[in-house]
């Protein structure tokens, strides 16, 4: 920097120094009570002086108005989001910023959003600067969003070793087993001793769906531990895995404590396990500790410490917990409500299982469309995800429009209210698993493909269907849930029926306050034992 400019910087502070010296003794000489209203005062007047010049500015997006500075839109948007964004997009069109909590939301509705926020550059958006907050404390550190992205990109090649058609085959026995123990052993099931009963689909299908997956992600081993006290240890990291967490990562509650200390003490035991397995040599092809103990080395040669390995297993099984334990849930209310539907599913079961009398595989799985469409359809209807978001890490111009997104604000996709639009499904918000009649696959590449390090996945991201999001950071747990929700699914369907409990009131509404899109209380349905009675 030049001398002369040097002097016109000091100039300039001194004069600013100056004014507020002035406006210091100016403030000092009111009484109290006129203090205290300009102290109130001060951050709605910065606030409404901001939204004015922010409106007056050609290159920015409409802002919805807001009146409680800070906290902005947070409470329309984060109790009923897609009302919000409904509103939003009569007034505004498909692009608008909100205000949330201090943060500037950019929101694109529709396909060409979810081309705008998924496809955007590596050197535009950020996925870890808008998630890092939430995860890193609860996965750990070095994976996921604690690490660059071409890490991540290497981590989810390295899990999906363990996602292969190879191991699914393997996997299928596993789940159909735990769902079997699940229906002898659970309190509201006791399916030895009771031929019907009503059970909490929100306190059951989060216990089917961590048993299962650790019985076929995490081994035997893994599986055992949720018997015993250290079961105690997911349900406290679980309370960590909260929204608040994207404002206060951290705070001296006991909570956030008992957190901490459930993954050190998770993390630990994984790591044990694998120093186990390591010692003894005992590498196979069970799971996924099996899969990055054998496969965790990045390109430059950087291994992978066995605490990042412990800390991916947590991520993963953390990232497919909530997902499809809620979606199994949604999939019972609906159905709840259909027994014409149930009744079709069981003729399918019927049909492929030869009446009963083949075991249920990983392949007779892909013969089964109807079971597919309905874990399709549910996933249409309640995405767990109402949002994406990605931090903007360049100035970023939306195409075909005066608009610049500036560093530093954030981009927000919702695939889940293009799905609810009547536009893209008709009859947006009936149920109807046979809207994708001759369209069973949960997804598909059309069209071109691009890999960014964990294999093909489909370049266009304009679908108005995406529950899985796309782009680089695109679920690879896809064709795992569909194995563990149609497993589960399957032998729901041939042991028992099931309706709604008294106290129900239809498919409840949604709860969009928690980490995914979950029912609202009650959420009961009341079983029977089908005729004949099947063995559990
Ligand atoms: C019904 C079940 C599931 C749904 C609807 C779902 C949905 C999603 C979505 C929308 C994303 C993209 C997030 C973003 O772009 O910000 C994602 C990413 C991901 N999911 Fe899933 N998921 C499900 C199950 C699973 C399962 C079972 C696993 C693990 C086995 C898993 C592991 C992951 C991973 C590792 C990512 C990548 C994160 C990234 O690259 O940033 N998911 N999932
Ligand atoms: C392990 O990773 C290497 C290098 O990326 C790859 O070529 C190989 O196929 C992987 N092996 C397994 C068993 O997944
Ligand atoms: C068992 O049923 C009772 C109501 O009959 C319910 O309050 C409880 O939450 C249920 N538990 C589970 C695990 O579903
Ligand atoms: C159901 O979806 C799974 C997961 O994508 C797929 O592998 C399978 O082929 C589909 N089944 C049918 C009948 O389309």
């Given at each position: 920097m030049g001398s002369e400019s040097e002097s016109v910087v000091q100039a300039t502070?001194?004069?600013?120094?100056?004014?507020?010296?002035?406006?210091?003794?100016?403030?000092?000489?009111?009484?109290?009570?006129?203090?205290?209203?300009?102290?109130?005062?001060?951050?709605?007047?910065?606030?409404?002086?901001?939204?004015?010049?922010?409106?007056?500015?050609k290159d920015r997006v409409p802002l919805v108005p807001y009146f409680i500075p800070w906290v902005g839109s947070a409470v329309a948007y984060g109790t009923r989001p897609y009302e919000f964004f409904g509103e939003c997009q009569k007034k505004y069109g498909d692009i608008f910023s909100f205000m949330l909590l201090g943060r500037v939301m950019t929101v694109y509705l529709g396909p060409k959003g979810h081309e705008?926020?998924?496809?955007?550059?590596?050197?535009?958006?950020?996925?870890?600067?808008?998630?890092?907050?939430?995860?890193?404390?609860?996965?750990?550190?070095?994976?996921?969003?604690?690490?660059?992205?071409?890490?991540?990109?290497?981590?989810?090649?390295?899990?999906?070793?363990?996602?292969?058609t190879e191991a699914f085959r393997k996997y299928v026995p596993k789940i159909a087993d735990e769902v079997y123990k699940y229906f002898r052993n659970s309190k509201n099931f006791s399916m030895n001793q009771q031929k019907g009963g009503i059970i909490n689909v929100m306190e059951t299908q989060p216990e089917m769906t961590i048993f299962t997956a650790s019985r076929s992600l995490l081994g035997e081993e893994m599986r055992a531990m949720l018997d015993t006290d250290f079961a105690y240890l997911y349900s406290d990291l679980d309370k960590g895995f909260k929204p608040i967490n994207f404002v206060f990562s951290n705070l001296p509650l006991d909570h956030y404590?008992?957190?901490?200390?459930?993954?050190?003490?998770?993390?630990?035991?994984?790591?044990?396990?694998?120093?186990?397995?390591?010692?003894?040599?005992?590498?196979?092809?069970?799971?996924?500790?099996?899969?990055?103990?054998?496969?965790?080395?990045?390109?430059?040669?950087?291994?992978?410490?066995?605490?990042?390995?412990?800390?991916?297993?947590?991520?993963?099984?953390?990232?497919?917990?909530?997902?499809?334990?809620?979606?199994?849930?949604?999939?019972?209310?609906?159905?709840?409500?259909?027994?014409?539907?149930?009744?079709?599913?069981?003729?399918?079961?019927?049909?492929?299982?030869?009446?009963?009398?083949?075991?249920?595989?990983?392949?007779?799985?892909?013969?089964?469309?109807?079971?597919?469409?309905?874990?399709?359809?549910?996933?249409?209807?309640?995405?767990?995800?109402?949002?994406?978001f990605r931090k903007v890490t360049r100035d970023l111009p939306i195409p075909n429009t005066p608009y610049v997104v500036p560093k530093n604000h954030f981009v927000l996709v919702s695939p889940g209210y293009c799905h609810l639009q009547d536009e893209f499904f008709p009859k947006a918000n009936t149920f109807n698993p046979h809207r994708w009649d001759n369209d069973a696959k949960s997804s598909y590449a059309t069209g071109e493909e691009v890999d960014y390090g964990f294999g093909a996945i489909s370049k266009g991201v304009s679908s108005p269907y995406l529950p899985f999001g796309g782009g680089r950071h695109r679920c690879i747990g896809e064709h795992f849930a569909y194995c563990q929700l149609g497993t589960i699914l399957s032998i729901f369907v041939r042991t028992v029926k099931w309706k709604f409990s008294p106290k129900m009131n239809g498919v409840p509404g949604s709860d969009f306050q928690s980490m995914v899109t979950l029912p609202l209380t009650p959420a009961e349905v009341q079983w029977e034992k089908r005729e004949p009675e099947q063995k559990v």
């Amino acid at each position: 920097m030049g001398s002369e400019s040097e002097s016109v910087v000091q100039a300039t502070l001194q004069k600013a120094v100056g004014l507020l010296q002035v406006a210091f003794v100016w403030f000092c000489g009111l009484s109290v009570p006129q203090q205290i209203s300009i102290i109130i005062a001060a951050p709605f007047v910065y606030s409404m002086t901001w939204q004015f010049l922010f409106s007056l500015r050609k290159d920015r997006v409409p802002l919805v108005p807001y009146f409680i500075p800070w906290v902005g839109s947070a409470v329309a948007y984060g109790t009923r989001p897609y009302e919000f964004f409904g509103e939003c997009q009569k007034k505004y069109g498909d692009i608008f910023s909100f205000m949330l909590l201090g943060r500037v939301m950019t929101v694109y509705l529709g396909p060409k959003g979810h081309e705008f926020v998924l496809n955007a550059k590596l050197a535009d958006v950020s996925a870890e600067a808008a998630y890092t907050h939430l995860t890193t404390p609860v996965f750990g550190k070095g994976v996921i969003y604690d690490c660059s992205n071409s890490r991540l990109m290497e981590q989810k090649k390295f899990t999906k070793g363990a996602l292969s058609t190879e191991a699914f085959r393997k996997y299928v026995p596993k789940i159909a087993d735990e769902v079997y123990k699940y229906f002898r052993n659970s309190k509201n099931f006791s399916m030895n001793q009771q031929k019907g009963g009503i059970i909490n689909v929100m306190e059951t299908q989060p216990e089917m769906t961590i048993f299962t997956a650790s019985r076929s992600l995490l081994g035997e081993e893994m599986r055992a531990m949720l018997d015993t006290d250290f079961a105690y240890l997911y349900s406290d990291l679980d309370k960590g895995f909260k929204p608040i967490n994207f404002v206060f990562s951290n705070l001296p509650l006991d909570h956030y404590r008992k957190r901490d200390h459930a993954q050190r003490t998770i993390s630990s035991t994984y790591m044990k396990l694998i120093q186990k397995r390591r010692d003894a040599n005992d590498i196979q092809d069970r799971d996924l500790i099996d899969s990055l103990l054998k496969n965790s080395t990045y390109k430059d040669g950087t291994k992978m410490t066995d605490q990042e390995i412990a800390n991916l297993l947590i991520g993963v099984l953390m990232g497919g917990q909530h997902t499809s334990a809620a979606t199994s849930a949604w999939l019972l209310l609906h159905l709840a409500e259909r027994p014409e539907i149930q009744q079709e599913l069981y003729e399918e079961q019927m049909r492929v299982l030869d009446n009963g009398k083949k075991e249920l595989t990983y392949d007779l799985l892909q013969e089964m469309p109807l079971l597919n469409q309905t874990i399709k359809e549910t996933l249409r209807m309640h995405h767990p995800l109402h949002s994406l978001f990605r931090k903007v890490t360049r100035d970023l111009p939306i195409p075909n429009t005066p608009y610049v997104v500036p560093k530093n604000h954030f981009v927000l996709v919702s695939p889940g209210y293009c799905h609810l639009q009547d536009e893209f499904f008709p009859k947006a918000n009936t149920f109807n698993p046979h809207r994708w009649d001759n369209d069973a696959k949960s997804s598909y590449a059309t069209g071109e493909e691009v890999d960014y390090g964990f294999g093909a996945i489909s370049k266009g991201v304009s679908s108005p269907y995406l529950p899985f999001g796309g782009g680089r950071h695109r679920c690879i747990g896809e064709h795992f849930a569909y194995c563990q929700l149609g497993t589960i699914l399957s032998i729901f369907v041939r042991t028992v029926k099931w309706k709604f409990s008294p106290k129900m009131n239809g498919v409840p509404g949604s709860d969009f306050q928690s980490m995914v899109t979950l029912p609202l209380t009650p959420a009961e349905v009341q079983w029977e034992k089908r005729e004949p009675e099947q063995k559990v």
